[in-house]
């Protein structure tokens, strides 16, 4: 336990070194932090989104808004996280759960999202938790146990509807693989009310907000996307350059390395280990498949930290591949050897890769800060209303101002600030084109924003008298 309590308190080192913990919100963290935010209106919170990570942050962002002070309690929180959800496969495959931990909390998906206000990190390591435990009552029956699997499998429907429903057919899937019979009575029940966790509210605030389940599906279907389709392409790209072409880019060889790595070693766990640690290698190979299936196959949206849950079962079972390694005839020493080699390789690549995203991050993320600074400092103290093509969530929530989109219709955008402009507020435009009257007509007087380094970004307002 001690060692996976020393990879917890690594991982939040490690985000604390690269990571900037000032860097302004993402668009999707603005949209959630607006929800807790104890200034201000919530923010465009459509039917693809679930409430449970703004619940968890709830705590720090009723006391205070400081951003800082938000991302430090994510990094606590998900390195606590990060110790439950491989501490409970300790007693399953004992120290092959602290070298997944490392693999995971090595990860640049882990330590990169650890402080960002966004669900996914926290949804693998809730399933992750949900899982262990499960097998581990296997073993070994309690209702200690039962209870966990039960908060845990919950917390990940809560987090991330899509993604506790996929758990708890990964968990039924585990009952066949290990052929029990102890798992079918107990948690069954136990299962379902999990899964009650996260649906009820979801399908309440569907019929309060969205006219009804199915109406919400549809319009997530219609933000997101859906039907067959292969991104099998686009996540391997991204694992490696996580954003756009041109800006980060791992050498394809590095992403192959550290995917490879990973995969021999899951599978070296599935057919190397003891029967016990193959059955389980096997269920954590099955669940990694099962939640990247739905993104790889499906939705037409893609984020590599969609890939999050999948890279912490995987790490499960190249974790069980090093244990084994380290039971091998070989001797401990070899393993030793070779497991440094590997950490100290996947390490290499993934702490330069997220230190390049993170880089990228909050160099992105100015921009909208100062766009912000600049809308402010223009309205005076004035109630004001804007319109931008770019980050108007979180120019919003750093300005002040009520913010909206921009479209490419001169009369819509105008039309969008009607009501604004009746009630006599300051309204502007924030247009990252060389020519604003590509989106606006006459009536706009627009000017550089000198400030940014993208010359392109023009900040205009409207002439009443014009």
Request: aromatic share 10%.
């Given at each position: 336990?001690?060692?996976?309590?020393?990879?917890?308190?690594?991982?939040?080192?490690?985000?604390?070194?690269?990571?900037?913990?000032?860097?302004?919100?993402?668009?999707?963290?603005?949209?959630?932090?607006?929800?807790?935010?104890?200034?201000?209106?919530?923010?465009?919170?459509?039917?693809?989104?679930?409430?449970?990570?703004?619940?968890?942050?709830?705590?720090?962002?009723?006391?205070?808004?400081?951003?800082?002070?938000?991302?430090?309690?994510?990094?606590?929180?998900?390195?606590?996280?990060?110790?439950?959800?491989?501490?409970?496969?300790?007693?399953?495959?004992?120290?092959?759960?602290?070298?997944?931990?490392?693999?995971?909390?090595?990860?640049?998906?882990?330590?990169?999202?650890?402080?960002?206000?966004?669900?996914?990190?926290?949804?693998?390591?809730?399933?992750?938790?949900?899982?262990?435990?499960?097998?581990?009552?296997?073993?070994?029956?309690?209702?200690?146990?039962?209870?966990?699997?039960?908060?845990?499998?919950?917390?990940?429907?809560?987090?991330?509807?899509?993604?506790?429903?996929?758990?708890?057919?990964?968990?039924?899937?585990?009952?066949?693989?290990?052929?029990?019979?102890?798992?079918?009575?107990?948690?069954?029940?136990?299962?379902?009310?999990?899964?009650?966790?996260?649906?009820?509210?979801?399908?309440?605030?569907?019929?309060?907000?969205?006219?009804?389940?199915?109406?919400?599906?549809?319009?997530?279907?219609?933000?997101?996307?859906?039907?067959?389709?292969?991104?099998?392409?686009?996540?391997?790209?991204?694992?490696?350059?996580?954003?756009?072409?041109?800006?980060?880019?791992?050498?394809?060889?590095?992403?192959?390395?550290?995917?490879?790595?990973?995969?021999?070693?899951?599978?070296?766990?599935?057919?190397?280990?003891?029967?016990?640690?193959?059955?389980?290698?096997?269920?954590?190979?099955?669940?990694?498949?099962?939640?990247?299936?739905?993104?790889?196959?499906?939705?037409?949206?893609?984020?590599?930290?969609?890939?999050?849950?999948?890279?912490?079962?995987?790490?499960?079972?190249?974790?069980?591949?090093?244990?084994?390694?380290?039971?091998?005839?070989?001797?401990?020493?070899?393993?030793?050897?070779?497991?440094?080699?590997?950490?100290?390789?996947?390490?290499?690549?993934?702490?330069?890769?997220?230190?390049?995203?993170?880089?990228?991050?909050?160099?992105?993320?100015?921009?909208?800060?100062?766009l912000a600074d600049t809308?402010a400092a223009a309205a005076?103290?004035?109630?004001?209303?804007?319109?931008?093509?770019?980050?108007?969530?979180?120019?919003?929530?750093?300005?002040?101002?009520?913010?909206g989109r921009l479209t490419?219709?001169?009369?819509?955008?105008?039309?969008?600030?009607?009501?604004?402009?009746?009630?006599?507020?300051?309204?502007?435009?924030?247009?990252?084109?060389?020519?604003?009257?590509?989106?606006?007509?006459?009536?706009?007087?627009?000017?550089?924003?000198?400030?940014?380094?993208?010359?392109?970004?023009?900040?205009?307002?409207?002439?009443?008298?014009?």
């Open positions: 336990m001690i060692w996976i309590v020393l990879v917890g308190l690594g991982f939040a080192i490690l985000q604390l070194v690269v990571m900037d913990l000032s860097r302004h919100l993402a668009w999707d963290e603005a949209v959630y932090y607006s929800e807790v935010h104890p200034i201000g209106d919530p923010l465009g919170f459509n039917a693809h989104r679930s409430r449970g990570i703004t619940w968890l942050v709830a705590p720090v962002l009723l006391v205070t808004d400081s951003i800082v002070a938000m991302r430090l309690y994510l990094v606590a929180l998900s390195s606590v996280g990060l110790v439950v959800a491989f501490a409970v496969w300790r007693r399953t495959i004992s120290w092959g759960a602290v070298a997944a931990a490392v693999l995971f909390g090595t990860s640049w998906l882990s330590f990169t999202y650890g402080s960002e206000l966004m669900p996914n990190l926290f949804s693998a390591l809730a399933g992750l938790t949900a899982m262990g435990l499960a097998i581990a009552y296997q073993a070994k029956p309690s209702s200690w146990l039962s209870i966990g699997v039960f908060v845990a499998s919950g917390l990940t429907t809560l987090i991330r509807p899509l993604d506790g429903a996929v758990l708890l057919l990964a968990l039924g899937i585990s009952m066949f693989i290990l052929r029990s019979t102890r798992l079918s009575r107990p948690f069954g029940p136990a299962l379902l009310g999990a899964l009650a966790i996260g649906i009820v509210p979801w399908a309440i605030e569907s019929w309060a907000r969205f006219g009804g389940p199915i109406e919400r599906l549809e319009q997530t279907r219609r933000l997101v996307g859906g039907g067959l389709t292969n991104n099998l392409g686009t996540y391997a790209q991204m694992l490696g350059a996580p954003l756009t072409p041109g800006t980060v880019a791992a050498a394809d060889w590095q992403v192959a390395i550290w995917l490879g790595l990973l995969v021999a070693l899951s599978v070296l766990g599935t057919v190397a280990g003891a029967s016990m640690s193959k059955r389980v290698g096997l269920i954590a190979l099955v669940t990694a498949f099962l939640m990247t299936a739905p993104y790889l196959f499906y939705s037409e949206a893609a984020a590599p930290r969609f890939m999050t849950p999948a890279v912490g079962f995987l790490s499960i079972s190249a974790g069980i591949g090093v244990y084994a390694i380290s039971r091998s005839n070989s001797g401990r020493s070899l393993a030793v050897v070779v497991g440094s080699l590997i950490v100290a390789t996947l390490m290499t690549f993934q702490v330069g890769i997220g230190t390049q995203w993170s880089e990228f991050q909050t160099e992105s993320r100015l921009v909208s800060v100062t809308l005076g103290q004035r109630p004001c209303s804007f319109l931008s093509t770019f980050g108007y969530p979180q120019m919003e929530i750093r300005s002040g101002c009520h913010g490419s219709d001169a009369a819509e955008n105008l039309s969008l600030l009607s009501e604004e402009l009746a009630a006599g507020n300051e309204v502007f435009a924030l247009v990252a084109s060389n020519d604003p009257t590509k989106f606006l007509d006459a009536s706009w007087h627009c000017s550089k924003v000198s400030s940014v380094s993208d010359s392109r970004w023009h900040l205009c307002d409207f002439a009443r008298d014009s």
